[in-house]
């Protein structure tokens, strides 16, 4: 199904290296916002995910995933990093770090690969997550609640 013009989302396939990098910026900064419903905008309405071993469509059901996610993923911060880019996809590397409510902490990795639509909005999401308990002193993501800061080292320069 295509999305009317009006929700477009910039910057637009197709992608240059730069504009794939700003593009995972921008969902980066959404996702560390913890906002299902700001999130679920950067999709198309019938969206299709694989997010773990859920199979979400649409933004409605990105929305409930995400609540029961952050309910769930205490202290949620997210970094990542383009891996590859062509015309309208894009595949990330990513890591975010969380604890639960008995706090455990936690740092999940893994890999997204990304299909855009004509106006920027994202269609299809495969996402591969493993998670590695971790101490609490063994975290690298520290900076307060919300975007990470533009000076805070990225996945490469942390050796992850």
């Known amino acids: ?19 794939a ?16 419903e700001r999130v679920s905008l950067a999709y198309t309405p019938d969206s ?8 979400p469509r649409g933004r409605a059901a990105i929305v409930e995933l995400l609540k029961r996610k952050w309910a769930r993923e205490l202290d949620y911060r997210l970094i990542k990093e383009i891996w590859a880019f062509d015309s309208h996809r894009i595949a990330v590397r990513f890591a975010y770090e969380w604890h639960d409510d008995a706090g455990n902490w936690f740092r999940s990795y893994g890999n997204e690969n990304w299909e855009f ?3 920027g909005l994202m269609d299809v999401r495969h996402a591969s997550i493993n998670d590695l308990p971790i101490k609490a ?18 996945l490469t320069a942390l050796g992850l």
């Open 21 to 36: 990098v700003q593009k995972v910026r921008l969902a980066e900064d959404a996702w560390n916002s913890r906002d299902p």
């Open 1 to 19: 199904m295509t999305t009317p013009p009006t929700a477009s989302r910039p910057p637009l396939p197709p992608f240059s290296y730069e504009t």
């Open 48 to 55: 299709r995910w694989r997010n773990r071993a859920e199979f």
């Open 117 to 119: 639509d004509a106006q």
């Open 137 to 154: 002193s063994e975290r690298l993501f520290h900076w307060p609640q919300g975007r990470r800061p533009d000076d805070h080292p990225g």
